[in-house]
């Protein structure tokens, strides 16, 4: 067990470029989360998947966020046209939905985006 | 909907004094609450979570953190402090984890730990 791999761990990227950061989840948790925390905030929600179902969706998810998990396992997070107020630290977790460690997430180190 | 308040945005300690962390959280049912420790640069690390029964639950790294339903909290301590405990720590309360989904933060608190 290596834990939740996130990839890259650094972006930067040009205002209006398209971003896209993937997320590999402990291989036996069926769920998969996505948080993006601002400098000097908690981590909010965003969206998060049981196996390869989207179940939830914050209003932070604008249309220009998409994000999929094909076989229900790794999953991928996609901005379209990057703004700077895009920037930030997206962070994914996992867990298992049931059992005795459920709601016990496990989160990834993250991917830092830089929009400039 | 649910929120967390850490009152405390930044707090120092001197090595091997003891820690008290405040939380306060509002949901109209059970909660189920959670601390995470986050070093610079790095994700979040789970110290400890309530779901139910006892109210004073054990974590790792040395930490307890009590649910006190009357007053909304749950206050993370530890009796010791090690330098290699500066971080900043993020309480989070959620929502209907038996079918699903999201927690919600608090916006941290920053520990700095003095020799």
């Known amino acids: 067990d290596t834990g939740v791999s996130q990839d890259p761990r650094h972006k930067i990227t040009k205002r209006g470029q398209n971003v896209t950061f993937r997320c590999d989840p402990i291989?036996?948790?069926?769920?998969l989360y996505w948080y993006r925390q601002t400098l000097g905030q908690g981590p909010e929600f965003l969206t998060y998947?049981?196996?390869?179902?989207?179940?939830?969706k914050s209003r932070l998810l604008s249309d220009r966020f998409s994000a999929e998990r094909p076989k229900g396992s790794f999953s991928t997070l996609e901005i379209q046209r990057t703004e700077q107020g895009d920037s930030a630290m997206y962070l994914c977790?996992?867990?298992?939905?049931?059992?005795?460690?459920?709601?016990?997430?496990?989160f990834g180190s993250g991917t830092r985006l830089t929009v400039v | 909907a649910q929120s967390v308040t850490q009152p405390d945005i930044h707090i120092t300690v001197s090595e091997g004094a003891s820690l008290e962390l405040r939380c306060n959280y509002s949901?109209?049912?059970?909660?189920?609450l959670f601390w995470y420790v986050q070093s610079p640069g790095q994700g979040l690390q789970l110290l400890l979570k309530?779901?139910?029964?006892?109210?004073l639950v054990q974590g790792i790294k040395g930490f307890e953190a009590e649910f006190k339903r009357s007053q909304s909290s749950f206050n993370l301590r530890k009796p010791s402090v090690h330098w290699s405990d500066a971080a900043e720590y993020f309480c989070?309360?959620?929502?209907?984890?038996?079918?699903?989904?999201?927690?919600?933060f608090g916006s941290g608190t920053q520990l700095t730990v003095l020799p």
């Open positions: 989070a309360v959620g929502a209907g984890l038996g079918s699903a989904r999201q927690l919600t």
């Open positions: 309530y779901f139910s029964g006892d109210t």
């Open positions: 977790a996992s867990s298992f939905k049931k059992g005795p460690t459920a709601g016990g997430y496990t």
């Open positions: 998947f049981q196996n390869e179902a989207q179940l939830e």
């Open positions: 291989s036996e948790h069926n769920r």
């Open positions: 949901y109209g049912a059970t909660p189920y």
